[in-house]
């Protein structure tokens, strides 16, 4: 598709066809763009404040400039508006239902991208959209998504890093993200995921694809280049770095240095990749319109035929709003409240004393919430219970924002994960597990480790997965049961006496019933 036709004069058989699609196609987009106005600005506002997303700005100009480049293609073709695309946007437009009742930025942006792309084809017909498939495609670049590679590119980081530093023969002690050299700790945080340069990198590498080779083997190469070199050229920059700070006493690539050295190590890696890459260019292919024409006549298209489609597809995308305002005018504004028991089961006392010195998991804005600790024999448990209600996109129960321990955190490091199953209310279920130390092991001489289990609850169902725990809640809100949901996480020293692992079992099995109870309470009073 990626043609430049002669500059041959449009027919005038065209003139009245778009005269009639284009109003109703500026129209419906007017119109996708101002219901879903808050999927719109909460784009523009993770663009605004995230380094990682700000090309997004720059991708509808590409766009836009993408198809003027198309315009004398597009003009020769067949205006069709096609009917049958009003079955993926009613499946997308409950796609973004879904997503935006679960809270979930990722899924309602992409649905309503994929609204703007699909009235395209609903108004001006599949031949008009295939003459600019690849600009309709680069709009999706403008959905801020990526970030959820971050924990696994993260996690490959490190694992190079180390594997380099043993063999250039500096000896290494590694937990977690966190390793240990002679010269002094390091970890690697979510800035050395290298998530911007492998996002940018695609974005770009994908538009020099597309305007630079005409085969469809070589596009598909030079992307798949894109995403590789990133990866490896994040890897060399942070061995680099930290051999940097290693020979040179912590003096340099320190602070803000190695982010500094970062982005020029990249930039230079990816001008040598284009550089690479425009020697197999290939010339763009001339056309001239008559060449890519139809043989057969135009048939006309009445005005009546695309206005009742473009009425047809606005009434659709008008569908889940109305769903949405109504589930919200049918749920109780009222507070949650969450009180500390005194006891749980019968053995399981309320202490005064905290664990660990207070310890307390990094949830963000919950609608009511407890930390406490309970004993039995000698032996404390923490629990914290996060309540959330009237989940919205600044408060809700699953979201990167929260984590047992963010990685900036001043007191703990999560070094280990793991899963465990447990017998609650009768059934097996699996609790996510984590190791905690202190950054400080002097000052935390005692108790310096944590063993964690989370688990949620969702309007009485246990999950320890984000994704169904994403489900269930859009499920429960979506049959009129709430969104009502909790983390119920449990936590102790690892070197306690009992068995940490059988302690925390223990615990649960004995006192989800009441954690139930509680919980239950919650959600009715309202």
Same mark, same amino acid.
């Given at each position: 598709m990626n043609s430049?036709?002669?500059?041959?004069?449009?027919?005038?058989?065209?003139?009245?066809? $778009?005269?009639?699609?284009?109003?109703?196609l500026l129209l419906l987009l007017a119109w996708v763009l101002f219901l879903y106005r808050d999927t719109g600005i909460a784009m523009v506002t993770i663009w605004?404040?995230?380094?990682?997303?700000?090309?997004?700005?720059?991708?509808?100009p590409i766009v836009l400039w993408l198809i003027w480049r198309q315009r004398h293609a597009i003009a020769a073709q067949q205006i069709q508006p096609a009917l049958w695309i009003l079955l993926p946007v009613a499946c997308t437009a409950l796609v973004w239902l879904l997503g935006d009742l679960a809270a979930v930025n990722a899924v309602t942006q992409l649905a309503l991208v994929a609204l703007l792309v699909l009235s395209v084809p609903a108004v001006l017909g599949l031949a008009v959209t295939r003459q600019i498939i690849f600009p309709l495609g680069f709009l999706f670049f403008a959905v801020p998504i990526?970030?959820?590679?971050?924990?696994?590119?993260?996690? @490959?980081?490190?694992?190079?890093?180390?594997?380099?530093?043993?063999? +250039?023969?500096?000896?290494?002690?590694?937990?977690g993200l966190q390793f240990v050299i002679p010269s002094g700790n390091w970890s690697v945080v979510e800035a050395c995921s290298g998530?911007?340069?492998?996002?940018? +990198?695609?974005?770009?590498?994908?538009?020099?694809?597309?305007?630079?080779?005409q085969s469809t083997k070589r596009r598909i190469l030079f992307v798949i280049v894109s995403i590789l070199v990133p990866i490896v050229a994040n890897w060399l920059r942070a061995y680099m770095i930290v051999m940097l700070g290693h020979f040179s006493g912590n003096k340099l690539a320190v602070g803000v240095d190695h982010l500094v050295y970062g982005w020029v190590f990249f930039g230079v890696v990816i001008m040598l990749m284009?550089?690479?890459?425009?020697? $197999?260019?290939?010339?763009?292919?001339?056309?001239?319109?008559?060449?890519?024409?139809?043989?057969?006549?135009?048939?006309?298209?009445t005005a009546t035929r695309v206005w009742a489609i473009a009425a047809c597809f606005a009434a659709v995308l008008a569908l889940p709003q109305i769903a949405l305002w109504v589930m919200d005018q049918s749920e109780s504004a009222k507070p949650a409240s969450l009180v500390a028991p005194a006891a749980l089961a019968p053995? @399981?006392?309320?202490?005064?004393?905290?664990?660990?010195?207070?310890?307390?998991?990094?949830?963000?804005?919950?609608?009511?919430?407890?930390?406490?600790?309970?004993?039995?024999?000698g032996r404390p448990v923490g629990l914290y219970l996060g309540y959330y209600r009237h989940?919205?996109?600044?408060?809700?129960?699953?979201?990167?924002?929260? +984590?047992?321990?963010?990685?900036? /955190?001043?007191? @703990?490091?999560?070094?280990?994960?793991?899963?465990?199953?447990?017998?609650? /209310?009768?059934?097996?279920?699996?609790?996510?597990?984590?190791?905690?130390?202190?950054?400080d092991l002097a000052a935390q001489a005692v108790n310096s480790r944590l063993i964690v289990w989370q688990i949620y609850w969702i309007n009485g169902t246990l999950t320890s997965s984000d994704h169904l725990a994403k489900a269930y809640s859009a499920f429960y809100r979506l049959t009129g049961r709430g969104d009502d949901s909790a983390v119920i996480i449990v936590y102790m020293p690892k070197d306690a006496p009992g068995g940490t692992d059988t302690v925390l079992?223990?615990?649960?099995?004995?006192?989800?019933?009441?954690?139930n109870r509680l919980l239950l309470k919650t959600r009715q009073d309202k």
């Open positions: 430049i036709a002669a500059n041959s004069p449009i027919p005038s058989t065209l003139t009245r066809p $778009w005269r009639l699609a284009l109003p109703a605004a404040r995230s380094e990682t997303f700000t090309h997004g700005f720059l991708v509808p990526g970030e959820f590679v971050m924990p696994q590119l993260m996690a @490959w980081t490190a694992d190079f890093t180390v594997f380099a530093l043993r063999l +250039s023969g500096v000896p290494v002690y590694r937990e998530v911007r340069y492998l996002i940018a +990198s695609i974005t770009v590498g994908t538009l020099f694809a597309y305007l630079n080779y284009f550089i690479i890459g425009a020697r $197999w260019s290939e010339p763009e292919k001339m056309t001239s319109v008559g060449a890519s024409g139809h043989t057969q006549p135009l048939q006309a298209v053995e @399981w006392q309320a202490v005064a004393s905290p664990v660990a010195g207070g310890f307390k998991p990094a949830f963000q804005n919950p609608s009511a919430e407890i930390n406490s600790t309970y004993a039995h024999e989940q919205n996109y600044t408060r809700k129960l699953v979201s990167s924002n929260n +984590s047992l321990v963010p990685s900036n /955190d001043p007191q @703990w490091a999560q070094v280990a994960s793991a899963s465990h199953e447990v017998a609650i /209310d009768g059934k097996s279920v699996v609790v996510r597990s984590a190791e905690l130390r202190a950054t079992a223990s615990f649960l099995t004995a006192n989800y019933p009441a954690i």
